[in-house]
């Protein structure tokens, strides 16, 4: 065998462990995920290609009706992977085969490793209500008719890491109804998370909207 035979062969070698390498990649997870807010991919879409607590961040929180997966994908019903979650792969033309048209709000590869959260830093700890500590220091709003207004809510001094779990639990801590609506398009140094521990840099909550009953 000659050298450039040699040379050939070695080159075939690696790119078939490579391919091998890339299917056990896709077979565990990983890859990619794009969504489109109309059926049989149409409309706006996003791509995601890591874990994503919150698809509001991406402004696509409950509006996709198809979706192509790279790979295996677990797909929840709300944000920060709770209510009902669905591993997923291949193209799905009309996600009411599932369950979930318009109404997937976060996502990440099957078998994902999230980090550990951050150790609570100083700041509210956790309280026997809410995980916030004791009322006091909030954010004050502004009262309509139905509903009570939060330019920027607040706990303690802290920003409110965003999320529909944080909103709801803020709204319910000022006596309120549940969140109606929420911006989440700043991110903040520090946040407190719905359950006390003050976490590091983070989308964080503007223009909250409050039911008031």
Same mark, same amino acid.
Not at 44 to 66: E, K, M, Y
Not at 134 to 143: E, F, K, L, Y
Not at 148 to 176: I, N, S, Y
């Given at each position: 065998?000659?050298k450039t035979m040699v040379l050939m062969a070695g080159a075939i070698a690696a790119l078939a462990c490579a391919v091998e390498a890339a299917a056990q990649s896709g077979a565990r997870g ?8 109309? %059926?049989?991919?149409?409309? /706006?879409?996003?791509?995601?290609? +890591?874990?994503? &607590?919150?698809? =509001? #961040?991406? $402004?696509?929180? *409950? ?56 150790? %609570?830093?100083?700041?509210? /700890?956790?309280?026997?209500?809410? +995980?916030?500590? &004791?009322?006091? =220091? #909030?954010? $004050?709003?502004? *009262? ?61 909550? /503007? ?7």
């Open positions: 065998m000659t990983g890859g990619a995920a794009t969504l489109y807010e109309l %059926p049989d991919f149409q409309g /706006r879409s996003v791509t995601i290609t +890591g874990s994503t &607590p919150d698809l =509001g #961040d991406w $402004r696509f929180n *409950d509006r996709a009706q198809s979706a192509r997966f790279s790979g295996t994908w677990r797909v929840c019903e709300h944000d920060d992977f709770g209510g009902r979650c669905q591993e997923i792969r291949g193209e799905v033309r009309d996600l009411t085969q599932y369950g979930l048209m318009a109404q997937i709000s976060s996502l990440e590869p099957a078998g994902w490793q999230r980090p550990p959260r951050p150790g %609570p830093g100083p700041g509210p /700890r956790p309280g026997p209500d809410d +995980g916030w500590g &004791p009322r006091g =220091g #909030d954010s $004050r709003g502004v *009262d309509g008719v139905r509903t009570v207004f939060f330019a920027r809510p607040t706990v303690r001094g802290l920003d409110v890491a965003a999320g529909k779990t944080g909103a709801d639990t803020f709204c319910r801590r000022q006596g309120l109804g549940p969140s109606v609506w929420y911006d989440s398009s700043e991110r903040a140094g520090r946040a407190i998370a719905p359950d006390g521990q003050v976490i590091g840099r983070s989308t964080v909550l /503007r223009d909250l909207l409050c039911a008031k009953y």
